[in-house]
């Protein structure tokens, strides 16, 4: 890592679902919130990034219209960056880069997510199928039944419970523990519906082993957040959440090839990385927001960061440890699984919130280091081929 | 077959048109290193040694089409309606006896994938080939039923 510190310096966040508002507005809207929580002029940022799922994972790539053209802001260089649900972790490196350079001084990075205003439409319009469509370039599968993230993300449930005898109550006791949270936070989705094991275990089996309950939210927001240096952070108007370390993991590298990526993430050197950087260890953790599209996922985690050994992290699930009151608390807003998905920046959002101490009734007091992680699209499809993030961010270190 | 096709059309590509090419002949082809023996798919350059420019040295050669199921599900609700009519049906990941993981449906088994995993299964060839320029598709079977 260089000798620049970074910090979060402003945060932007539109939540619920956003029925006629394009994402172009939704991401120049999200960046305007960010600058003036941050105390900011627009005539300050001359740097922005937009977060986009590119595939794999996603292909919210496909609209043109920057919002630093929309909002009038005066930047030297905007470009689009994501992979699947990695887009706060990649904006946040990407931004890295240019602000160690001196290239800008203020770093806007903003993004939006219409999927659910999108999968209402289509509801609405019946679902008509489009009859002969052709299977996306490089990909496989859509013609002998692949349906990507739900067909993957099964699998690693179903080989995890092949070889560990992981079971789906305890995949349960994940979604439990993390709607819990979800009944402190007014903007979660299932707010206000809490749900019991029995409620898990009653829930539509969507594909086997993977019931509703175990399957994130459909979400629209948007979520734009201003990186700068911290020096500048500190005369400016919030508490500057500091970027402490980053590392990052690829299952390409050596997971996919040995076959073990249906029972492990490429979480090691992602880990590593970040861990060191920040000069801290697992314990040091106040909390963490671990991408929560799927149960098993947070399974994965709590293994691969050392929770919980190998093959046992269903049975630290069980133990309550990650929900309120438990000895590390995961997801504190609601996650993906109950709050909304926005990818990586619901778990971000939480933790900048957390750090600031803007959490309320689901506060962790004392919070002052937290990890958020990243998913992000599979390099080919069929083959659960991803990227992984980890973040720390802290206050006052 | 003569039912309307309303799933998607497979994307051929210059990368993949011979792997296509066989199994319109019944034949599952595998990208194969002619230096080492070492089986691929999809085709990649072979991780065991240098390779020529292009990864000249490996071809599509004919394999065994079978393999054992390293993981499996079964979609019980219809997520994407151009599978209403085959809902429950299982979705296998197969490790194929020379090495590489494809993925397909496994045919005449909609129970627990749980207890599926481990099982032995070999390629079944599925004709559509009055879909648009046609195809075959290949599915799996269990074979030791």
Known sequence: ?????????????????????????LVSEAARLAIEDAGLDKTQINGAIEMRAAPGGGDRTNYSDGFPRILNLPVNFYFPIGRGGALASLGIAAAYSFLDRGLADYVVISGATDVRSLAELARARGHRGRPH???????????????????????MAARHMAVYGTTSEQLGAIAVQIREWAQRNPEAQMYGKPMTLEDHQNSPML??????????????????????????????????VQILGQGFGDVAATLWWDKLNYTQ?????????????AGITLDDLDAAMLYDCFTAEVLFQLEGYGWAPLGEGGAFAETGAIGPGGSIPINTSGG?????????????????????????????????????TSHGGEMLSPGMCSIHASTILGVGR | MTT???KARPNIDLDNQEFWAGLRDHRFLLWHCGVCGAWYWPKAYCRYHENQPFAAQMSWVESSGRGVIHS???????????????????????????????SSTLLDYTE???????????????????????????????LDS
């Open chain 1, 265 to 277: 993430m490429a979480i090691r050197t992602a880990r590593d990385a970040a861990f060191s950087q």
């Open chain 1, 336 to 372: 993906l699984l109950s709050a909304y998905h926005m990818d990586d920046l619901t778990g971000f959002i939480e933790a900048v919130r957390q750090l600031r101490g803007e959490s309320k009734d689901r506060q962790v007091v004392g919070a002052k280091t937290l990890m958020f």
């Open chain 2, 72 to 102: 499996a599900n079964v979609h019980r609700s219809v997520l994407d309606p151009a599978w209403k009519e085959d809902t429950p049906f299982a979705y296998v990941l197969v490790e194929l006896d020379e090495g590489p993981m494809i």
């Open chain 1, 133 to 155: 469509d052709l299977e996306k370039e490089g990909y496989w599968g859509s013609p002998v039944g692949e349906l990507r993230a739900m067909s993957h993300h099964s699998w």
């Open chain 2, 4 to 6: 309307e096709w309303t």
């Open chain 1, 207 to 240: 594909v086997e082993p993977y019931h509703l309950c175990d399957v994130a939210q459909v979400s629209d927001g948007a979520c734009a957040f201003i990186v700068s240096t911290e020096d500048r952070a500190r005369d400016l108007r919030q508490v500057p």
């Open chain 1, 1 to 25: 890592m260089g000798n620049t510190r970074l910090a979060i310096v402003g945060l932007g966040v539109i939540t619920g679902t956003q029925t006629g508002r394009s994402r172009r507005m």
């Open chain 2, 112 to 142: 627990d994938p749980i207890r599926v995993i481990g099982r032995k299964v070999g390629v079944v060839y599925e004709d559509h080939l009055d879909v648009g320029e046609g195809f075959v598709l290949p599915k799996f079977a269990l």
